[in-house]
Protein backbone atom coordinates (compact mmCIF):
# COMPACT_ATOMS: atom_id res chain seq x y z
CA UNK A 1 0.00 0.00 0.00
CA UNK A 2 0.88 3.67 0.01
CA UNK A 3 2.30 4.54 3.31
CA UNK A 4 2.21 8.43 2.41
CA UNK A 5 -1.29 8.38 2.68
CA UNK A 6 -2.43 9.93 6.19
CA UNK A 7 -5.80 9.41 8.02
CA UNK A 8 -7.71 12.69 8.08
CA UNK A 9 -8.61 14.09 11.78
CA UNK A 10 -11.75 15.79 11.63
CA UNK A 11 -13.27 14.79 15.32
CA UNK A 12 -11.56 14.27 18.81
CA UNK A 13 -13.86 11.27 19.54
CA UNK A 14 -12.53 7.44 19.34
CA UNK A 15 -12.80 8.04 15.64
CA UNK A 16 -10.32 10.44 15.75
CA UNK A 17 -7.68 8.63 18.53
CA UNK A 18 -7.93 5.40 15.59
CA UNK A 19 -6.94 7.82 13.07
CA UNK A 20 -4.22 8.85 15.05
CA UNK A 21 -2.84 5.72 15.74
CA UNK A 22 -3.52 4.62 12.40
CA UNK A 23 -1.10 7.60 11.11
CA UNK A 24 1.30 7.01 13.83
CA UNK A 25 2.02 3.54 13.01
CA UNK A 26 2.26 4.28 8.90
CA UNK A 27 4.79 6.77 9.68
CA UNK A 28 6.34 3.63 11.79
CA UNK A 29 6.20 1.43 9.08
CA UNK A 30 7.74 3.77 6.80
CA UNK A 31 10.89 4.67 8.64
CA UNK A 32 11.51 0.79 9.40
CA UNK A 33 10.95 0.30 5.36
CA UNK A 34 13.10 2.95 4.29
CA UNK A 35 15.33 2.12 6.87
CA UNK A 36 15.77 -1.58 6.22
CA UNK A 37 15.93 -0.19 2.37
CA UNK A 38 19.16 1.92 3.55
CA UNK A 39 20.61 -0.79 5.35
CA UNK A 40 19.97 -3.35 2.78
CA UNK A 41 21.86 -1.01 0.27
CA UNK A 42 24.70 -0.32 2.44
CA UNK A 43 24.99 -4.04 3.12
CA UNK A 44 25.38 -4.91 -0.64
CA UNK A 45 27.73 -1.58 -1.35
CA UNK A 46 30.01 -3.68 1.43
CA UNK A 47 29.94 -6.55 -0.41
CA UNK A 48 30.73 -5.13 -3.74
CA UNK A 49 33.72 -3.93 -2.05
CA UNK A 50 34.73 -6.46 -0.23
CA UNK A 51 34.11 -9.13 -3.93
CA UNK A 52 36.75 -6.19 -5.58
CA UNK A 53 38.98 -5.85 -2.75
CA UNK A 54 39.39 -9.50 -2.73
CA UNK A 55 39.79 -9.69 -6.78
CA UNK A 56 42.54 -7.15 -5.96
CA UNK A 57 44.63 -8.79 -3.52
CA UNK A 58 44.83 -11.91 -5.99
CA UNK A 59 47.09 -10.12 -8.28
CA UNK A 60 49.45 -9.09 -5.54
CA UNK A 61 52.39 -11.38 -5.24
CA UNK A 62 54.71 -9.69 -2.74
CA UNK A 63 53.78 -10.62 0.92
CA UNK A 64 54.79 -7.40 1.86
CA UNK A 65 52.85 -4.93 -0.46
CA UNK A 66 49.98 -7.40 -0.12
CA UNK A 67 49.33 -7.06 3.89
CA UNK A 68 50.01 -3.38 3.83
CA UNK A 69 47.16 -3.00 1.20
CA UNK A 70 44.62 -5.15 2.70
CA UNK A 71 44.74 -3.46 6.13
CA UNK A 72 44.57 -0.08 4.18
CA UNK A 73 42.15 -1.49 1.84
CA UNK A 74 39.84 -2.41 4.92
CA UNK A 75 40.46 0.41 7.23
CA UNK A 76 39.66 2.53 4.29
CA UNK A 77 36.56 1.09 2.39
CA UNK A 78 35.06 0.39 5.61
CA UNK A 79 35.88 3.12 8.45
CA UNK A 80 37.30 1.26 10.64
CA UNK A 81 39.21 2.96 13.21
CA UNK A 82 42.44 0.79 12.84
CA UNK A 83 43.31 -2.61 11.81
CA UNK A 84 46.48 -4.66 11.73
CA UNK A 85 47.25 -8.20 10.69
CA UNK A 86 49.05 -10.52 12.53
CA UNK A 87 51.39 -13.79 11.24
CA UNK A 88 52.17 -16.69 13.39
CA UNK A 89 56.23 -16.80 13.05
CA UNK A 90 58.27 -20.27 11.84
CA UNK A 91 57.92 -21.80 15.42
CA UNK A 92 54.66 -20.99 15.63
CA UNK A 93 54.90 -19.65 19.09
CA UNK A 94 54.60 -15.74 18.37
CA UNK A 95 52.12 -13.83 16.64
CA UNK A 96 53.63 -11.12 15.17
CA UNK A 97 52.54 -8.02 13.32
CA UNK A 98 53.03 -8.18 9.83
CA UNK A 99 50.80 -4.45 9.20
CA UNK A 100 49.59 -1.94 10.22
CA UNK A 101 47.35 1.07 9.44
CA UNK A 102 48.66 4.62 10.43
CA UNK A 103 51.65 5.58 12.54
CA UNK A 104 50.45 3.08 14.95
CA UNK A 105 50.48 0.11 12.53
CA UNK A 106 53.99 1.26 11.17
CA UNK A 107 55.41 1.82 14.48
CA UNK A 108 54.10 -1.67 15.89
CA UNK A 109 55.78 -3.28 12.42
CA UNK A 110 59.38 -1.35 13.08
CA UNK A 111 59.51 -2.47 16.53
CA UNK A 112 58.83 -5.86 15.84
CA UNK A 113 55.37 -6.40 18.26
CA UNK A 114 54.44 -9.52 18.91
CA UNK A 115 52.28 -11.51 21.26
CA UNK A 116 52.96 -15.18 22.52
CA UNK A 117 50.48 -17.64 21.25
CA UNK A 118 49.52 -18.42 24.91
CA UNK A 119 49.22 -14.97 26.12
CA UNK A 120 46.29 -14.73 28.87
CA UNK A 121 44.92 -11.32 28.11
CA UNK A 122 45.24 -10.81 24.35
CA UNK A 123 41.92 -11.55 21.78
CA UNK A 124 43.77 -12.08 19.14
CA UNK A 125 45.78 -14.83 20.96
CA UNK A 126 42.58 -16.15 21.61
CA UNK A 127 41.40 -16.29 18.40
CA UNK A 128 44.65 -18.09 17.14
CA UNK A 129 44.26 -20.64 19.68
CA UNK A 130 40.19 -21.32 19.64
CA UNK A 131 40.33 -20.85 15.38
CA UNK A 132 37.23 -18.93 16.23
CA UNK A 133 35.88 -15.31 15.33
CA UNK A 134 36.52 -13.28 18.87
CA UNK A 135 34.07 -10.02 18.98
CA UNK A 136 34.06 -7.71 21.81
CA UNK A 137 31.76 -5.04 22.09
CA UNK A 138 33.38 -3.05 25.23
CA UNK A 139 36.65 -3.87 25.38
CA UNK A 140 37.59 -1.85 28.29
CA UNK A 141 35.12 -4.63 30.62
CA UNK A 142 36.84 -7.28 28.95
CA UNK A 143 38.92 -9.65 31.46
CA UNK A 144 41.67 -10.59 28.41
CA UNK A 145 41.99 -7.62 26.58
CA UNK A 146 45.18 -6.50 25.91
CA UNK A 147 45.45 -2.49 26.09
CA UNK A 148 47.93 -0.99 23.63
CA UNK A 149 49.22 2.78 24.26
CA UNK A 150 49.08 3.53 20.32
CA UNK A 151 45.52 2.45 19.94
CA UNK A 152 44.39 5.17 22.93
CA UNK A 153 40.42 4.86 21.52
CA UNK A 154 39.55 1.34 21.41
CA UNK A 155 36.23 0.15 22.36
CA UNK A 156 35.38 -2.25 20.41
CA UNK A 157 37.59 -5.13 18.74
CA UNK A 158 37.38 -8.39 16.55
CA UNK A 159 39.98 -10.80 15.83
CA UNK A 160 39.66 -13.08 12.73
CA UNK A 161 41.54 -15.92 12.23
CA UNK A 162 43.34 -16.45 8.94
CA UNK A 163 43.07 -20.31 8.09
CA UNK A 164 45.04 -21.49 5.59
CA UNK A 165 44.82 -25.56 4.56
CA UNK A 166 43.24 -26.36 8.52
CA UNK A 167 45.63 -24.42 10.15
CA UNK A 168 45.33 -20.78 11.81
CA UNK A 169 48.49 -19.04 10.00
CA UNK A 170 47.71 -15.44 11.28
CA UNK A 171 44.66 -12.86 12.67
CA UNK A 172 43.37 -10.01 10.91
CA UNK A 173 42.40 -7.62 13.46
CA UNK A 174 40.09 -4.45 13.28
CA UNK A 175 38.89 -2.06 16.39
CA UNK A 176 36.68 0.23 16.68
CA UNK A 177 36.13 3.77 18.65
CA UNK A 178 32.46 3.19 20.14
CA UNK A 179 30.88 1.02 22.04
CA UNK A 180 29.19 -2.14 20.25
CA UNK A 181 30.84 -0.67 16.87
CA UNK A 182 30.80 -4.15 15.53
CA UNK A 183 28.34 -6.82 14.70
CA UNK A 184 27.49 -9.73 13.09
CA UNK A 185 27.58 -7.94 9.48
CA UNK A 186 31.15 -7.29 10.70
CA UNK A 187 31.72 -10.20 11.34
CA UNK A 188 30.86 -11.82 8.05
CA UNK A 189 32.75 -9.75 6.12
CA UNK A 190 35.77 -9.91 8.09
CA UNK A 191 35.48 -13.86 7.48
CA UNK A 192 35.10 -13.45 3.39
CA UNK A 193 37.83 -11.10 3.70
CA UNK A 194 40.47 -13.49 5.93
CA UNK A 195 39.81 -16.30 3.47
CA UNK A 196 40.87 -14.44 0.57
CA UNK A 197 43.89 -13.01 2.23
CA UNK A 198 44.80 -16.65 3.56
CA UNK A 199 44.39 -17.64 -0.55
CA UNK A 200 46.62 -14.43 -1.29
CA UNK A 201 49.29 -14.68 1.28
CA UNK A 202 49.73 -18.84 -0.26
CA UNK A 203 50.03 -17.23 -3.72
CA UNK A 204 52.68 -14.63 -2.41
CA UNK A 205 54.58 -17.59 -0.60
CA UNK A 206 54.76 -19.79 -3.75
CA UNK A 207 55.87 -17.13 -5.78
CA UNK A 208 58.29 -16.20 -3.39
CA UNK A 209 59.45 -20.17 -3.27
CA UNK A 210 59.53 -19.93 -6.96
CA UNK A 211 61.63 -16.60 -7.31
CA UNK A 212 64.02 -17.84 -4.41
CA UNK A 213 64.49 -21.53 -6.57
CA UNK A 214 64.89 -19.49 -9.85
CA UNK A 215 67.68 -17.23 -8.49
CA UNK A 216 69.27 -20.32 -6.87
CA UNK A 217 68.91 -22.17 -10.11
CA UNK A 218 70.22 -19.38 -12.03
CA UNK A 219 73.30 -18.87 -10.06
CA UNK A 220 73.80 -22.57 -10.31
CA UNK A 221 73.72 -21.96 -13.88
CA UNK A 222 76.39 -18.89 -14.07
CA UNK A 223 78.65 -21.50 -11.57
CA UNK A 224 78.84 -24.21 -14.20
CA UNK A 225 79.31 -22.00 -16.80
CA UNK A 226 82.16 -20.02 -15.33
CA UNK A 227 83.54 -23.38 -14.49
CA UNK A 228 82.88 -24.89 -18.09
CA UNK A 229 85.26 -21.99 -19.62
CA UNK A 230 87.22 -21.81 -17.05
CA UNK A 231 88.71 -25.22 -17.93
CA UNK A 232 87.90 -23.84 -21.81
CA UNK A 233 90.81 -21.58 -21.39
CA UNK A 234 93.58 -24.23 -21.29
CA UNK A 235 92.34 -25.53 -24.39
CA UNK A 236 92.88 -24.94 -27.96
CA UNK A 237 89.36 -23.24 -27.86
CA UNK A 238 90.85 -20.80 -25.43
CA UNK A 239 93.73 -19.52 -27.15
CA UNK A 240 93.58 -16.37 -28.84
CA UNK A 241 93.25 -15.93 -32.91
CA UNK A 242 93.78 -12.82 -34.91
CA UNK A 243 94.09 -11.86 -38.89
CA UNK A 244 95.67 -8.96 -40.31
CA UNK A 245 95.87 -7.70 -44.07
CA UNK A 246 99.03 -8.04 -45.64
CA UNK A 247 99.67 -4.60 -45.63
CA UNK A 248 98.58 -3.68 -41.89
CA UNK A 249 101.21 -2.41 -39.60
CA UNK A 250 102.64 -4.54 -36.70
CA UNK A 251 100.48 -3.79 -33.75
CA UNK A 252 102.06 -3.42 -30.52
CA UNK A 253 101.10 -5.99 -27.76
CA UNK A 254 100.48 -3.41 -25.60
CA UNK A 255 97.76 -1.90 -27.49
CA UNK A 256 96.15 -5.27 -28.00
CA UNK A 257 96.45 -5.88 -23.66
CA UNK A 258 94.94 -2.10 -23.28
CA UNK A 259 91.95 -3.11 -25.69
CA UNK A 260 91.46 -6.32 -23.88
CA UNK A 261 91.22 -4.57 -20.72
CA UNK A 262 89.05 -2.26 -22.24
CA UNK A 263 86.86 -5.08 -23.79
CA UNK A 264 85.93 -7.12 -20.19
CA UNK A 265 84.17 -3.86 -18.85
CA UNK A 266 82.21 -3.32 -21.85
CA UNK A 267 78.77 -4.32 -21.80
CA UNK A 268 78.49 -3.55 -26.16
CA UNK A 269 80.72 -2.92 -28.45
CA UNK A 270 82.79 0.29 -28.22
CA UNK A 271 84.81 2.62 -30.29
CA UNK A 272 87.88 3.41 -28.26
CA UNK A 273 90.92 5.48 -28.65
CA UNK A 274 94.72 4.21 -27.48
CA UNK A 275 97.22 6.49 -28.29
CA UNK A 276 101.02 5.02 -26.02
CA UNK A 277 99.85 4.61 -22.34
CA UNK A 278 97.35 6.79 -22.53
CA UNK A 279 93.05 5.50 -23.45
CA UNK A 280 89.98 7.16 -23.76
CA UNK A 281 86.56 5.95 -24.30
CA UNK A 282 84.65 7.39 -27.07
CA UNK A 283 80.60 6.99 -28.18
CA UNK A 284 79.06 6.66 -31.20
CA UNK A 285 78.48 10.35 -31.59
CA UNK A 286 81.78 11.72 -30.45
CA UNK A 287 83.72 9.24 -32.71
CA UNK A 288 81.71 10.59 -35.87
CA UNK A 289 81.70 14.47 -34.99
CA UNK A 290 85.41 14.26 -35.00
CA UNK A 291 87.03 15.96 -37.85
CA UNK A 292 89.46 14.64 -40.39
CA UNK A 293 92.09 16.39 -39.24
CA UNK A 294 91.52 15.49 -35.68
CA UNK A 295 91.33 11.94 -36.73
CA UNK A 296 94.40 12.21 -38.18
CA UNK A 297 96.01 13.69 -35.22
CA UNK A 298 95.18 10.87 -33.13
CA UNK A 299 95.94 7.03 -32.38
CA UNK A 300 93.45 5.09 -34.62
CA UNK A 301 89.78 4.30 -33.57
CA UNK A 302 89.63 0.97 -32.20
CA UNK A 303 86.57 -1.37 -31.73
CA UNK A 304 86.27 -3.68 -28.97
CA UNK A 305 83.38 -5.98 -27.22
CA UNK A 306 83.18 -8.43 -25.11
CA UNK A 307 81.81 -12.03 -26.09
CA UNK A 308 79.01 -12.03 -23.73
CA UNK A 309 76.86 -15.53 -22.70
CA UNK A 310 74.22 -15.23 -20.72
CA UNK A 311 75.88 -12.60 -18.20
CA UNK A 312 79.25 -14.12 -18.27
CA UNK A 313 82.19 -13.33 -20.59
CA UNK A 314 84.00 -15.64 -22.19
CA UNK A 315 85.85 -13.86 -24.62
CA UNK A 316 86.63 -10.65 -25.67
CA UNK A 317 86.86 -8.96 -29.72
CA UNK A 318 88.96 -6.31 -30.91
CA UNK A 319 88.95 -4.94 -34.39
CA UNK A 320 91.46 -2.18 -35.16
CA UNK A 321 91.26 0.22 -38.74
CA UNK A 322 93.99 0.52 -41.39
CA UNK A 323 94.82 3.78 -41.24
CA UNK A 324 93.58 6.57 -38.92
CA UNK A 325 91.17 8.31 -40.98
CA UNK A 326 88.87 5.68 -40.54
CA UNK A 327 85.09 6.38 -39.34
CA UNK A 328 83.01 3.20 -37.86
CA UNK A 329 79.45 4.17 -37.92
CA UNK A 330 76.71 2.79 -35.90
CA UNK A 331 75.38 0.27 -38.74
CA UNK A 332 78.94 -1.04 -38.16
CA UNK A 333 78.68 -1.78 -34.53
CA UNK A 334 75.47 -2.93 -34.97
CA UNK A 335 77.01 -5.64 -37.14
CA UNK A 336 79.67 -6.56 -34.95
CA UNK A 337 77.19 -6.95 -31.88
CA UNK A 338 75.32 -9.09 -33.99
CA UNK A 339 78.30 -11.30 -35.32
CA UNK A 340 79.90 -11.38 -31.67
CA UNK A 341 76.22 -12.27 -30.10
CA UNK A 342 76.62 -15.89 -32.85
CA UNK A 343 79.71 -16.10 -32.23
CA UNK A 344 78.94 -16.34 -27.95
CA UNK A 345 75.94 -18.69 -29.11
CA UNK A 346 77.99 -20.66 -31.29
CA UNK A 347 81.10 -21.46 -29.28
CA UNK A 348 78.62 -22.40 -26.28
CA UNK A 349 76.77 -24.83 -28.65
CA UNK A 350 80.27 -26.24 -29.80
CA UNK A 351 81.56 -26.39 -26.05
CA UNK A 352 78.20 -28.57 -24.87
CA UNK A 353 78.93 -30.53 -28.08
CA UNK A 354 82.58 -31.23 -26.78
CA UNK A 355 81.27 -31.60 -23.44
CA UNK A 356 78.41 -34.57 -24.23
CA UNK A 357 81.01 -36.36 -26.36
CA UNK A 358 83.84 -36.76 -23.62
CA UNK A 359 80.93 -37.75 -21.25
CA UNK A 360 79.68 -40.61 -23.81
CA UNK A 361 83.86 -41.41 -24.68
CA UNK A 362 83.90 -41.81 -20.36
CA UNK A 363 81.00 -43.59 -19.61
CA UNK A 364 81.66 -46.11 -22.85
CA UNK A 365 84.84 -46.37 -20.89
CA UNK A 366 83.36 -47.15 -17.62
CA UNK A 367 80.92 -49.45 -19.01
CA UNK A 368 84.14 -51.41 -20.71
CA UNK A 369 85.96 -51.81 -17.29
CA UNK A 370 82.92 -52.83 -15.76
CA UNK A 371 82.06 -55.80 -18.25
CA UNK A 372 86.07 -56.72 -17.18
CA UNK A 373 85.06 -56.40 -13.55
CA UNK A 374 82.21 -58.64 -13.56
CA UNK A 375 84.12 -61.20 -15.44
CA UNK A 376 86.44 -61.88 -12.73
CA UNK A 377 86.62 -65.29 -11.59
CA UNK A 378 87.85 -64.78 -7.74
CA UNK A 379 88.80 -61.90 -5.17
CA UNK A 380 91.85 -61.37 -6.42
CA UNK A 381 91.53 -61.29 -10.17
CA UNK A 382 89.30 -58.43 -9.29
CA UNK A 383 91.63 -56.39 -7.43
CA UNK A 384 94.66 -57.28 -10.33
CA UNK A 385 92.06 -56.31 -12.66
CA UNK A 386 91.17 -53.16 -11.27
CA UNK A 387 95.13 -51.84 -10.52
CA UNK A 388 95.74 -52.33 -13.81
CA UNK A 389 93.05 -50.61 -15.20
CA UNK A 390 93.38 -47.76 -12.77
CA UNK A 391 97.21 -47.78 -14.10
CA UNK A 392 96.36 -47.52 -17.63
CA UNK A 393 93.97 -45.22 -17.69
CA UNK A 394 95.20 -42.46 -15.55
CA UNK A 395 98.72 -43.82 -15.72
CA UNK A 396 99.81 -43.14 -11.58
CA UNK A 397 103.56 -44.07 -10.27
CA UNK A 398 102.12 -46.66 -8.48
CA UNK A 399 98.30 -47.76 -7.76
CA UNK A 400 96.96 -49.74 -4.62
CA UNK A 401 93.82 -51.25 -3.76
CA UNK A 402 93.03 -53.09 -0.47
CA UNK A 403 90.73 -54.68 0.93
CA UNK A 404 89.54 -55.33 4.64
CA UNK A 405 87.35 -53.60 7.48
CA UNK A 406 87.60 -50.50 8.47
CA UNK A 407 90.06 -51.12 11.45
CA UNK A 408 92.70 -52.86 9.52
CA UNK A 409 92.60 -50.20 7.01
CA UNK A 410 93.24 -47.79 9.50
CA UNK A 411 95.94 -49.41 11.56
CA UNK A 412 97.77 -52.12 9.25
CA UNK A 413 100.98 -50.66 7.30
CA UNK A 414 100.98 -51.20 3.25
CA UNK A 415 102.65 -54.27 2.39
CA UNK A 416 101.21 -55.98 5.75
CA UNK A 417 98.00 -57.97 5.43
CA UNK A 418 95.87 -59.37 7.78
CA UNK A 419 92.75 -60.57 7.09
CA UNK A 420 92.26 -58.60 3.83
CA UNK A 421 93.93 -58.03 0.88
CA UNK A 422 96.20 -55.75 -0.88
CA UNK A 423 97.03 -55.63 -4.80
CA UNK A 424 99.93 -53.33 -6.16
CA UNK A 425 101.06 -52.15 -9.40
Do not use: C
Request: hydrophobic share 40%; glycine share 6%.
Amino acid sequence: GDLSQQAKIRQHNEIGLLATAFNFMTGQLRDLINSLEDRVAARTQRLETAASLSEHLTRILNLDTLLAEVVNQIKGSFGYYHAHIYLLDESRQKLVVAAGTGEAGAAMKAQGHNIALDAPTSLVARAARTGSIVRVDNVREAEDWLPNPLLPNTYSEMAVPIVLDGEVVGILDVQQDKIAGLDEGDAGLLRNLANSIAVAIRNARLFEEVETALVETQAAQARYLAQSWEKVRHTSMGKQHHYARPEAPTLDEKVVTMARQQALIQSQPAIISINGDQQQNLSIQEHVAKTESQLLSVTAQSVVAPINLRDQIIGTVQLHPVSHDQRWSEEDLAIIEAVVGQIAQTAENLRLFDETRERAARDRLIRQVSDKFRRAPDLESLMKLGVEELSRLLGPHRTFIRLGSEAELETSPTGTVKSGQETAT
